[in-house]
């Protein structure tokens, strides 16, 4: 594999097998109070392969009408957000190198055929702080370029318990998943893969 580019942190195995699951215990108590949805891209309306929710004072959202945006309630039952679990908390607490805790943390969840386009993250106002990523259940083969779109790539396999940081120069730069390996974990009853992206949002105030 090529090097990662600078600014990426891939710590494979971060979460040992017991912390993973005493994480889904806490990640199904947050679908219990805000169901996963079927996101719709903006303009097109076209669906997204990964279900999602969020957890944290704001989540990430999108739609066919209003696009990629934050906003403190739930697209669909129009309840707040549940807090971020505090075993994610502390995971930030751990890594991040930034004073203040993430507002929102996106829940994917990949069935064995999703995957997810090269993007950005780049809908928060705070660059600063890094995106947090946590892979649990079936592994993927995760991409990763530079700060443009042509910029060259490199892809490697995240498992189940592995942490990407991306921070500093990487902070946006663009990333997707090309696809779910089915059925290489045993941590989802049901199979598939979750994904959890924590992030700063506002910037703090002075
Ligand atoms: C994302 O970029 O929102 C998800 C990345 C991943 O699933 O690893
Ligand atoms: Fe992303």
Same mark, same amino acid.
């Given at each position: 594999?090529?090097?990662?580019?600078?600014?990426?942190?891939?710590? %494979?195995?971060?979460?040992?097998?017991?912390?993973?699951?005493?994480?889904? #215990?806490?990640?199904?108590?947050?679908?219990?109070?805000?169901?996963?949805?079927?996101? /719709?891209?903006?303009?097109? *309306? &076209? #669906?997204?392969?990964?279900?999602?929710?969020?957890?944290? /004072?704001?989540?990430?959202?999108?739609?066919?009408?209003? *696009?990629?945006?934050?906003?403190?309630? +739930?697209?669909?039952?129009? &309840?707040?957000?549940?807090?971020? %679990?505090?075993?994610?908390?502390?995971?930030?607490? $751990?890594?991040?190198?930034? %004073?203040?805790?993430?507002?929102?943390? !996106?829940?994917?969840?990949? *069935?064995?055929?999703? &995957?997810? =386009?090269? +993007?950005?993250?780049?809908?928060?106002?705070?660059?600063?702080?890094?995106?947090?990523?946590?892979?649990?259940?079936?592994?993927?083969?995760?991409?990763? *370029?530079? /700060? @443009?779109?042509?910029?060259?790539?490199?892809?490697?396999?995240?498992?189940? =318990?592995?942490?990407?940081?991306?921070?500093?120069?990487?902070?946006?730069?663009? +990333?997707?998943?090309?696809?779910?390996?089915? $059925? @290489?974990?045993?941590? !989802?009853?049901?199979? =598939?893969?979750?994904?959890?992206?924590?992030?700063?949002? /506002? &910037?703090?105030?002075?």
């Amino acid at each position: 594999m090529l090097a990662l580019p600078p600014g990426v942190r891939h710590i %494979p195995g971060f979460l040992d097998r017991s912390a993973q699951e005493a994480l889904v #215990e806490d990640i199904r108590a947050v679908v219990r109070a805000a169901p996963l949805y079927v996101p /719709t891209m903006p303009g097109s *309306g &076209k #669906e997204m392969s990964v279900r999602m929710t969020n957890c944290g /004072t704001l989540g990430w959202v999108t739609d066919r009408e209003r *696009g990629y945006r934050y906003q403190p309630t +739930h697209p669909e039952t129009g &309840k707040p957000w549940p807090p971020i %679990p505090e075993a994610l908390l502390s995971i930030w607490r $751990a890594v991040a190198d930034y %004073p203040l805790p993430p507002e929102a943390c !996106l829940v994917n969840f990949y *069935g064995e055929t999703a &995957k997810m =386009g090269l +993007h950005q993250d780049r809908d928060e106002a705070e660059f600063a702080a890094p995106v947090v990523s946590i892979s649990l259940g079936d592994a993927c083969l995760f991409r990763i *370029g530079g /700060t @443009t779109r042509a910029a060259p790539t490199v892809s490697f396999r995240l498992e189940s =318990g592995d942490l990407v940081v991306l921070g500093g120069e990487s902070r946006l730069s663009f +990333h997707g998943v090309d696809r779910i390996y089915p $059925a @290489t974990s045993t941590l !989802l009853k049901n199979g =598939g893969r979750i994904n959890l992206t924590m992030r700063r949002v /506002t &910037k703090p105030v002075a």
